[in-house]
């Protein structure tokens, strides 16, 4: 064999070598985002399913409490509108979505705080399965949503590392938002006896 084509066997193998090297890493590293995107969906569907379950049990809680709590119209009308308002959540983006969902939180904890007021409706049976039940379902969405956060965070961590994030911004994977507490949520609860 000459050295003209030794050298030229060499240069094939080099570029051959190359491109195989590229190939796996475009592939491995775009079926990764896709993996982590796909992640990170089926955690905010979970989170959706929990919120769906709270949004489900407001209107049997609002409806015992009205039976008691006639003079506290103000709050159940904030509960309700803010029910309201993320049923009519279902196209909006997910920043939007979190934020009225926090909104509705915070409804929920003032009507339990109006609850106080009201001996009979804490000992009544039905309030306090469904105050059980929403308690159950507020730490499943705790749950869920720190699942979420937690998948936001591997995948944004992925599409942000070099040289991958190259290869994230040729594809189009974009950042995702991480589910955030309300700024009320960041002070500490006064608690007065």
């Known amino acids: 064999m000459s050295k003209g084509k030794m050298v030229l066997l060499v240069a094939v193998g080099v570029v051959l070598l190359i491109l195989v090297s590229l ?3 475009f592939k491995g590293n775009y079926n990764r985002f896709v993996s982590l995107d796909e992640a990170a969906k089926t955690s905010w569907a979970q989170v959706e399913n929990q919120l769906q379950r709270r949004y489900d049990l407001i209107p049997n809680l609002v409806e015992t409490v009205k039976g008691y709590a006639k003079f506290e119209q103000e709050t159940l009308i904030q509960v309700t509108n803010a029910r ?8 909006a983006s997910q920043a939007d979505q979190m934020k009225a969902q926090n909104e509705l939180g915070s409804a929920l904890s003032r009507l339990l705080v109006v609850v106080e007021r009201y001996p009979e409706l804490k000992a009544n049976q039905n309030f306090l ?4 039940e929403l308690a159950g379902t507020e730490n499943r969405i705790s ?18 590392s070099f040289p991958a994030n190259i290869l994230a911004g040729m594809f189009g994977f974009a950042q995702k938002p991480l589910f955030e507490a309300p700024q009320e949520a960041k002070a500490a609860p006064k608690v007065k006896f």
């Open 143 to 160: 749950v869920e949503r720190k699942r979420y956060n937690d998948a936001v965070q591997a995948y944004n961590v992925a599409i942000r």
């Open 84 to 91: 309201a308002k993320v049923g009519g959540m279902a196209n």
């Open 129 to 132: 399965r469904l105050q059980d």
């Open 23 to 25: 190939y796996g890493f």
